[in-house]
């Protein structure tokens, strides 16, 4: 990201960077939730959860860049190390734990920002509040965020929040969606309301979360967040028994998160727009999840080992 961001402030850095990282075609344009968005690759919440980068990495082709999840006030997140490299397996397991520098900073670097691209607000609570109060800190960043991002994302599937993934139970999420989209409501021009959710639901739990999302009317869900499950990586036991507590992304998780697509696609008769996301690596990885009924795509673990030409590379076999 030094970089990146050394190459975009030389003279012409940001045109060179444009002309080698960015696609555009007319065949790669969705519009989703009234919002127009020049192709369908999005960087996943979590890379630049401070929003410190937007015009940077706007400047790699993709289509959209989810920021957060930001909380309330900043807080350090898991002590380090705190995010693991599986080269072999082309995962990640990490546990950062929602480290970042609190959603009023991130307001403030929103509204400098110079490139238009579209931007999700990926929201959460401190770890310090307990989830009876939950809904406060998803309500003062909404609040917040309001009139600096496109969409919102309400993460209750992080599994690096002691406790968290309970507000996905019926009661706890249905009461923190009704109040946000009441919230939204009041307003003149409401946002799309999206929720994350988290790979490991059972079939019965993504009915309560379908029907949930239905009823509050949200814009869509974005599938998946990462898995605790570590079957799918083949490292040595003992190397990942070592490695702790967290979540992985990345190939591993690619199947799963495509099965829980299909299986909100086919419940709802594709009527609840999805943001795939979990262990997309090249076009063909995306072209599976739209085909599992996805609408739109996000990377992160693969951006981490493709490199910057990740969405370009996408993108180009979108367009074939
Ligand atoms: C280091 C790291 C940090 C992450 N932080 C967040 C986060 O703050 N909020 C969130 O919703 N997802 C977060 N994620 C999850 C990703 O957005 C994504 O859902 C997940 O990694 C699966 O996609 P992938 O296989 O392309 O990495 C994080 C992932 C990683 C690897």
Same mark, same amino acid.
């Given at each position: 990201m030094r970089w990146l961001t050394k190459a975009y402030n030389l003279g012409f850095g940001k045109r060179y960077l444009e002309s080698n990282y960015c696609l555009n075609h007319p065949s790669l344009e969705r519009t989703l939730f009234g919002l127009h968005f020049k192709n369908p690759v999005g960087l996943a919440a979590g890379f630049d959860k401070d929003a410190m980068f937007i015009d940077e990495l706007a400047c790699l082709g993709f289509g959209f860049i989810e920021i957060g999840t930001l909380t309330p006030k900043a807080q350090d997140g898991n002590e380090k190390p705190r995010l693991f490299r599986f080269p072999d397996d082309a995962a990640i397991i990490n546990r950062? %734990?929602?480290?970042?520098?609190g959603v009023d900073a991130a307001v403030i670097r929103l509204k400098n920002r110079k490139t238009n691209i579209i931007i999700g607000g990926n929201i959460g609570k401190n770890k310090i509040t307990p989830n009876e109060e939950a809904i406060k800190d998803y309500e003062y960043c909404f609040n917040k965020l309001f009139d600096v991002v496109d969409y919102f994302v309400v993460n209750v599937s992080s599994p690096n929040t002691p406790n968290l993934r309970e507000l996905q139970e019926k009661k706890p999420l249905s009461d923190l969606l009704i109040r946000l989209q009441n919230l939204n409501l009041s307003h003149p021009k409401p946002k799309p309301l999206l929720l994350k959710i988290a790979p490991d639901l059972s079939n019965s739990q993504l009915d309560d979360v379908i029907e949930i999302a239905i009823k509050t009317k949200l814009? %869509?869900?974005?599938?998946t967040n990462t898995t605790i499950d570590r079957d799918g990586l083949t490292a040595d036991k003992e190397v990942v028994d070592n490695t702790g507590a967290g979540g992985v992304s990345g190939k591993p998780l690619k199947q799963r998160s495509t099965e829980i697509i299909r299986y909100i696609a086919k419940k709802t008769k594709g009527t609840l727009p999805i943001i795939a996301v979990g262990g997309i690596f090249t076009g063909d990885d995306a072209i599976e999840k739209l085909q599992a009924g996805a609408s739109l795509v996000q990377v992160y673990t693969g951006f981490i080992y493709e490199g910057p030409a990740i969405a370009k590379k996408i993108c180009k076999s979108l367009i074939k």
């Open positions: 950062m %734990g929602f480290n970042n520098l814009s %869509g869900i974005v599938a």
